[in-house]
């Protein structure tokens, strides 16, 4: 299972936190340290559209309008703080966020 966020995040750490506790082996990738190359934003993008765009972030509320209207892969490949966390790959299924559903079908 792969676990993509930032390791200051809060959400990400009780994410991978749980995820352990329920036994799951949790590779973690820090996109602020190593951003995701574009062919896997894109991927990201077919998989959640828009929403992996985290418009409630400080990152966002930081940008100028002119860089609020570029492509969200653009976006993120500029800023990679900006995508929702985390995004969790398991099985061959891309989750977004840490929700109740999410931690259902983990099982965590």
């Known amino acids: 299972m792969e676990l993509i966020g930032l390791a200051s995040c809060d959400t990400c750490r ?15 990738r820090d996109v602020r340290a190593a951003p995701l190359p574009e062919a896997e934003i ?19 509320r ?9 492509p969200p892969l653009a976006l993120l490949a500029r800023h990679p703080a900006l995508m929702k966390r985390p995004v969790i790959r398991a099985e061959g299924v891309s989750y977004l966020g840490w929700t109740a559903e999410v931690r259902a079908a983990l099982g965590a």
């Open 14 to 28: 009780a994410a991978r936190k749980a995820l352990e506790a329920a036994g799951h082996g949790v590779a973690f």
């Open 42 to 60: 894109a991927a990201l993008l077919a998989a959640h559209g828009e929403a992996l765009v985290n418009r409630k972030s400080t990152t966002w």
């Open 62 to 70: 930081g940008l100028s309008e002119a860089e609020r209207a570029e």
